[in-house]
Nanobody
Framework: VQLQASGGGLVQAGGSLTLSCAAF????????MGWFRQAPGQEREFVAA????????YYTDSVQGRFTISRDNPNNMLYLRLNSLEPEDTAVYYC?????????????????WGQGTLVTVSS
C-alpha cells in the first residue's frame, strides 16, 4: 500500500482543516489505519485510528471531541477532520496503514507510511 497525505496548511486557532490520505493498493479496505503527528523537536505521537471497515475508532485524549477520523473504502481514502484547532496541534501529520484489520495506537504497529502534511495553527 502506498499512501499520500494532503490537506495541511496554515489556519488560525479555532479553525478547521480536513486532511486526506489517498491509498494506492487493492488491500486498503482490509487494513486498520491511523494518523500520527510530529511537532518540531518532538517524537511522533499517535492521534487517531480506525479499523478496516470504519466501525471502530480511537483518539488520543488531547484531540478527543475535536478531531474525527473516517474512511471511504470504495475510493481508497482516509480522512482526519480537525476542528477547534489549537497552536499545540501544529505538526506534520502522517497517515499510516497496518497489515491487519484492527487499528493500533503505536507507531511500530504500522507498516506503511505517507509522506506527511504540515498543519500550522497560529494564535
Amino acid at each position: 500500500v502506498q499512501l499520500q497525505a494532503s490537506g495541511g496548511g496554515l489556519v488560525q486557532a479555532g479553525g478547521s482543516l480536513t486532511l486526506s490520505c489517498a491509498a494506492f493498493g487493492r488491500t486498503f479496505s482490509t487494513y486498520g489505519m491511523g494518523w500520527f503527528r510530529q511537532a518540531p523537536g518532538q517524537e511522533r505521537e499517535f492521534v487517531a485510528a480506525i479499523n478496516y471497515n470504519g466501525g471502530r475508532t480511537y483518539y488520543t485524549d488531547s484531540v478527543q471531541g475535536r478531531f474525527t477520523i473516517s474512511r471511504d473504502n470504495p475510493n481508497n481514502m482516509l480522512y482526519l477532520r480537525l476542528n477547534s484547532l489549537e497552536p499545540e496541534d501544529t505538526a506534520v501529520y502522517y497517515c499510516a496503514s497496518r497489515r491487519v484489520t484492527a487499528y493500533g495506537t503505536r507507531a511500530d504497529e504500522y507498516v506503511y507510511w505517507g509522506q506527511g502534511t504540515l498543519v500550522t495553527v497560529s494564535s
